[in-house]
């Protein structure tokens, strides 16, 4: 079994993943994104320059799943799973605490990305709303699907670059729609039992 994204799928890219570039990225991200995807099967010393961009894209906060991440992020463009399932974690983590922001219920917190995007709804437009989505799908798969159909591996290097870029453009929007939210990513907040309403 393969454990490593074939170099002939490097920058392949499913249309999940590409129509959400296409709605949110601009155009000088989307081709930010082509390019760093293209280092990546370069020279050692353009593979080290385009994964320190790569990184310097994502917030270093909240430090887990952030952490995690950016070390895992290291390892492209060989590996990809896990780098997509802590993007997912991250939104996630964001997403449960403006649905408890909203709600003001701690079930919230432990509950599903795709279960607190209901909660959203009152706040965000359908657009967002719709994003939010996809991104749940992509994320589920990368924490549960083990069949990658007709590739050796389920998600390829330009992938997660596309991916680093959309994660960091709703991680923006949901911290710019709550102080509380924004706290939370900074770890100024780490134990939600103890703040007031």
């Not at 249309?15 to 949110?24: A, K, N, V, Y």
């Not at 699907?145 to 330009?158: A, I, N, Q, S």
Request: aromatic share 10%.
């Amino acid at each position: 079994m393969r454990k490593t994204c074939p170099k002939e799928e490097y920058l392949e890219i499913g249309e999940d993943i590409l129509d959400l570039s296409s709605r949110i990225l601009s155009k000088n991200q989307i081709e930010e994104a082509e390019n760093l995807s293209i280092m990546l099967t370069q020279s050692k010393k353009k593979r080290e320059q385009a994964i320190r961009k790569i990184l310097s894209i994502l917030p270093i906060r909240p430090k887990r799943p952030l952490y995690y991440c950016h070390h895992e992020l290291k390892y492209l463009p060989r590996y990809t799973r896990d780098s997509m399932r802590y993007l997912g974690d991250y939104i996630d983590f964001l997403v449960k605490r403006k649905a408890y922001d909203i709600t003001k219920n701690s079930n919230n917190l432990s509950m599903s990305l795709g279960s607190n995007i209901k909660y959203l709804k009152r706040e965000f437009d359908d657009e967002f709303i719709e994003i939010l989505r996809t991104f749940n799908q992509i994320y589920v798969n990368a924490k549960h699907k083990w069949d990658v159909g007709e590739r050796r591996h389920l998600f390829t290097p330009k992938e997660v670059v596309h991916s680093v870029f959309i994660a960091a453009i709703i991680g923006e929007k949901l911290k710019e729609s709550s102080e509380f939210v924004k706290n939370c990513a900074e770890d100024k907040i780490t134990d939600i039992n103890t703040t007031t309403s």
